[in-house]
Each structure stands twice: as structure tokens, then as C-alpha cells.
């Protein structure tokens, strides 16, 4: 039997102030003219809760950039969501915050690129740091959680504990420290953004000691970058069975970058209920279970665990979504993962970015 999700991405659009050179939102984004309207958001929001749906997340781009946000976020309140604001901060002034915290905003999630103001407006492709740090200030004053997000790679590792540091002072209830996954525009600038062994270990030391420090003051999560993991992770809980994610135009996805595989076809909530997605599009049962799965995955006594790893990066390493995820070290193809670490350590410090660019 499919349990029930337990929370629904809101990519509510893909506009953005900044231009991450790490955003791993489709290269191919949806334009402002094509997304959901304010009452086809109400009504998901409403069968979400029918469906057992807990927990929102508004995310983008940036989902302050549009203008029914307040109206958003009173209809997730008023079908019992709790929802979390995904947010670079940019267009978020104290008043506005007010009107969403009043609409029953209950979370919100601030990203930061550096600890420091060059470095960080270099790699957001903008000027926003100095303008995160107030509003950092301004969320304290109000009755929400309130999670401080910070982005590392190559570039900004090395002065990881200054970065910790940083965020403490900016007084959050949890702190995410998320290596960048390679997907989008992550993908297209993965060797300037791979970290090295000795980083990556020395990361690993360096959250274990906060942790310490830091219990009972601010929870600190760390999501290690899949290149250097031994196995691969559990992609959001596997393919269908935790989560789902809506993009602007209304298309249900199983993740965020599942629009990547081809062949793929997703069922859109302007025609289909998000019950009957969950349950029965084909989208949603393509990777579900086990049957699917090819050896080593199938007789691998971790399949339940990990469930092959993420289909998306399996099809953007090897061309096939069905592999097992290069990542995983008893897939056939894992060689692939170990000469991009190579690759990407082998032209020096040389950086060249590409970045995220915005839909019309």
C-alpha cells in the first residue's frame, strides 16, 4: 500500500534576484506567464492536507517574488500546512515579513553563499549579502523558526569555521550546512566546485566540534556532497515515496530535477487531482519499489535503504535513468564518479563560472 507523502515542494516560481552559480533548478526554467495562478495553488494547498500532506515548502527561484504571496500563505494556513519560506531574503522587507508572519507563516529559511561580502555576492552573481545579514536580524523579531542555510563547495570550504561562526552570531534555531549537489547549473560548473578529500574531511571535523559546542544552543545538519559517499543517498526518501514537488506550471514531480530524464511525462494539477498523481500516474510508479531495479541493486541488502540512489543523477553520469547511481561503489559504472573527481582537481584553482540565468 503507497502511504501518504508527507511534504509538498511549492516551487511557486523560478524568477530569482541572484544567479548561483550552484542552483540546481532546471536549465530550462518556466516563465512568469506560464505559472500556477493564486486559486490553483488554494485549491493544492487544500488537497494536499486531504491527501495527509504535513508540511510546506515555498521555494523557487524566489518565492517572494511573487506578489500573492500573503495569500499563499494564508491558504496553506488555513488547510493546516506548516509552512517554511525558502528564501535569498531579496524583495523581504520588515513590513512584508510582518503581513506573511500574520498570514501564519511559520518557518522561514534564509540562504547565505559566504561569511564574507565579496566572496559571497561573487558566487550569488549579485549584490545580497550585506542585505541577508539584516534581515537575519529582522526574522529574530518575530514568532517563527527560523533555519540559516549555508551553501559550501571548493571555493569557500577552507574557511568553513569563520562560516559557523557567522551564522551563531545570526542566531538561528538550526543551521544547514549543504554541500552542492550537481544537478543544473551545479552540474555545468561541477569541477570548479568539487571539494577535495582533504576538505571534505576536514569539514566533517569541523561540524562534529560545533555540534558539540553548540547543543542545546542551534541544531546544525550537514548534507555531504554524494561524490566522496560510499553509498548513495536515499534521493528524497526514494522516487515516490515521501514527497512530492510541484513546479511553477503546475507539473507534480517526484524531485526537483526528475524533468531532466527523458521519456518522462508529468501529470499537471490543472487536470489531475494530487491524489490521483500520488497514486496512480505513471510518472510516480515508474521508479517506486524494487522492480525496477537492476543487479547489484536488486539482491543488495541496503535496496530499502538507498533504493539504487538518485535516478537523476544516474541518467545525467551514464545516460541511463534505470543504472544504479555511479555514486554507489558496487555500481559498475562508480569509475565515472572518480574521474570527475580527478578531472576536476587536476586544472588548478582556474575558476570559470556560468551562471544561473532567469526565465522572462
Known amino acids: 500500500m503507497i502511504q501518504n507523502p508527507l511534504a509538498l515542494i511549492a516551487e ?7 544567479h548561483c ?47 500573492d504571496l500573503k495569500d499563499l500563505i494564508e491558504a496553506a494556513h488555513a488547510a493546516g500546512l506548516y509552512t517554511n519560506l525558502i528564501t535569498s ?16 507563516l511559520d518557518h522561514v529559511q534564509l540562504s547565505f553563499q559566504d561569511s564574507r561580502d565579496e ?26 523558526a527560523f533555519t ?28 544547514e550546512i549543504a554541500h552542492a549537489q550537481y544537478y543544473g547549473w ?47 543517498k536515499a534521493c528524497m526518501g526514494g522516487w515516490g515515496q515521501r514527497l512530492l514537488l510541484i513546479d511553477p506550471s503546475g507539473d507534480v514531480l517526484p524531485c526537483h530535477a526528475a524533468g531532466v530524464i527523458p521519456g518522462m511525462s508529468f501529470d499537471n494539477v490543472r487536470e ?16 517506486r519499489g524494487e522492480q525496477w531495479m537492476p543487479e547489484p541493486c536488486r539482491s543488495c541488502e541496503r535496496r530499502a535503504e538507498d533504493f539504487g540512489g538518485c535516478r537523476c543523477q544516474a541518467f545525467l553520469l551514464t545516460g541511463d535513468a534505470n543504472a544504479t547511481d555511479p555514486v554507489c561503489t558496487l555500481a559498475p559504472t562508480h569509475h565515472l564518479i572518480e574521474s570527475a573527481r580527478m578531472e576536476a582537481h587536476s586544472d588548478g584553482e582556474q575558476v570559470s563560472w556560468l551562471y544561473r540565468t532567469n526565465p522572462d
Open 148 to 175: 540559516v542555510n549555508l551553501v559550501v563547495h571548493r571555493q569557500n570550504l577552507d574557511h568553513l569555521e569563520e562560516m559557523i561562526r557567522f551564522a551563531e552570531h545570526l542566531k538561528p534555531d538550526r543551521l
Open 119 to 144: 566572496p559571497a555576492n561573487w558566487i550569488a552573481g549579485t549584490k545580497s549579502h550585506g542585505h541577508k545579514i539584516v534581515l537575519s536580524e529582522i526574522i529574530r523579531r518575530f514568532p517563527v
Open 272 to 287: 489531475h487531482s494530487l491524489e490521483w498523481i500520488w497514486r496512480d500516474s505513471a510518472a510516480f510508479q515508474r521508479f
Open 21 to 67: 552559480v550552484y542552483c540546481s533548478n532546471p536549465l530550462q526554467m518556466v516563465r512568469a506567464k506560464a505559472e500556477l495562478s493564486t486559486e490553483d495553488w488554494v485549491r493544492v494547498f487544500q488537497e494536499a492536507r486531504s491527501l495527509g500532506i504535513l508540511h510546506l515548502h515555498l521555494t523557487g527561484g524566489e518565492p517572494v517574488a511573487r506578489a
Open 186 to 232: 551545479a552540474l555545468k560548473n561541477r569541477d570548479t566546485l568539487i571539494p577535495t578529500r582533504e576538505q571534505l574531511e576536514n569539514c566533517i571535523r569541523i561540524v562534529e566540534a560545533a555540534q558539540g559546542r553548540l547543543t542545546g544552543r542551534m541544531r546544525i545538519d550537514c548534507v555531504v556532497p554524494d561524490y566522496y559517499a560510499r553509498y548513495p
Open 12 to 18: 511557486i516560481t523560478h524568477r530569482c534576484p541572484l
Open 89 to 104: 531574503g531579496i524583495g523581504l522587507p520588515e513590513a512584508r515579513l510582518k503581513t506573511l508572519v500574520d498570514a501564519g
